[in-house]
């Protein structure tokens, strides 16, 4: 059963028989030895076990670079959009989180909403059960090449980080059928300029034209990506920009609440009627990223009211529908997914050093990627969320 976590245990050891360690390995028959929060050891002979997680397959939490946890449906069952800080709002973000960590998420990046930042402050100190929490608070929108000077520009990023926010999200397009870039080059350059200059990542919302300017301008990441050419891609890896697009899940879940989502001018019967088609697109544009060496592609579903705790099956559509080998679409939502958020010696492997965010497959995703539904056990570091695998009674202590 679910139960919430209790305080985790000074040494904790897990043994595993099949370990995939984020970066591209599997370990064999070995046993990973915490203390409170941190992975110190991986010792096959390490005693007593606390969890025999044998016939399972075990792995770093999964990194979700896009999602918007505030995003909800209303009282009247229908879309609410995000953000908001009504007692419902509250508790449906929290509700977000906590699905969306039992399902094996244990680090996301939410890209929208300034209320996430108090819902990753609660998290951060224990207060409430969720994901760890980056966020970026209030996105960029594009205004046009005759406002948002360089002066106004650099003094929203300012104050974004003021904010506490730990990333800038810009958009500098419209979305995937409509509209043209919102923000010049120059602009971007600012934007991401400043961003870097105060330590922050910039995410940019990008389709068709504004994905070139957005590499060129030496932003951190590009956001979607559809419409981009294969020299744009190119430029992408040459540069080391992110790319991180969808394979399904957001649309899936948009025609999958039609009538919640169905409100014009935004969401109109023409653009329900195209999204079939632009499943296809997308999974499409991502076989053809998939061609472009050195293009790193991490892993983010852009989950929002309707998609929070079924995160995983954009890794069944990476696999199934786009060609993605299994093992290179877990490591973009492990290893991967951390460098991309700047966390690369901290989360996304199974190794001394790094955050006890384990969870357990039954099954193994190497062979059957459909085992990424079903999370039996989810550790964030060092605490245990969910254990519908019994802790090890069997096994010599």
Known sequence: MTRMPSVAHRRTIIAASTVLDGKGHVLDDTRIVIEDSTIVALDPNAKPVDYDLRGLTVLPGWIDAHVHLTWRFGPDGKNAGQGGTTQEATYAAAANAWLTLLAGFTTVQDVGSAAAIPLRDAIARGSLPGPRILTAREPLMGRGEQTGTPEEIRTFVRKQKEAGADLIKIYASGGMTRGTMTLSEEQLKTACGEARKLGLRSLVHAYRD??????????????????????????????????????????????????????????????????????????????????????????????????????????????????????????????????????????????????????????????????????????????????WHQASTSMPR
Do not use: W
């Open 210 to 387: 504004a994905v070139r300017a957005a590499t060129l301008a030496g932003c951190t990441q590009v956001e979607h990506g559809l419409g981009a050419s294969d020299d744009d891609l190119r430029l992408m890896a040459e540069s080391g920009t992110y790319l991180d697009p969808q394979a399904g899940l957001l649309l899936e879940t948009y025609l999958q609440y039609k009538d919640r989502y169905l409100a014009p001018p935004y969401y109109t019967e023409e653009g329900f009627a195209a999204m079939k088609d632009l499943i296809l697109a997308h999974q499409e544009f991502i076989r053809r990223a998939l061609r472009i060496r050195g293009l790193k592609l991490v892993f983010g579903t852009d989950a929002v009211a309707g998609a929070h705790g079924r995160n995983a099956e954009d890794l069944i559509h990476r696999v199934n529908d786009c060609g993605i080998d299994p093992m290179a679409a877990l490591v973009s939502a492990n290893s991967l997914g951390a460098e991309a958020i700047g966390m690369a010696d901290q989360i996304g492997a199974i190794a001394p050093g790094f955050e006890a965010d384990i969870i357990a497959l039954d099954g193994n995703p190497l062979t059957d990627i459909d085992a990424v539904r079903r999370v039996v056990f989810v550790m964030k570091s060092g605490v245990v969320y969910k254990n």
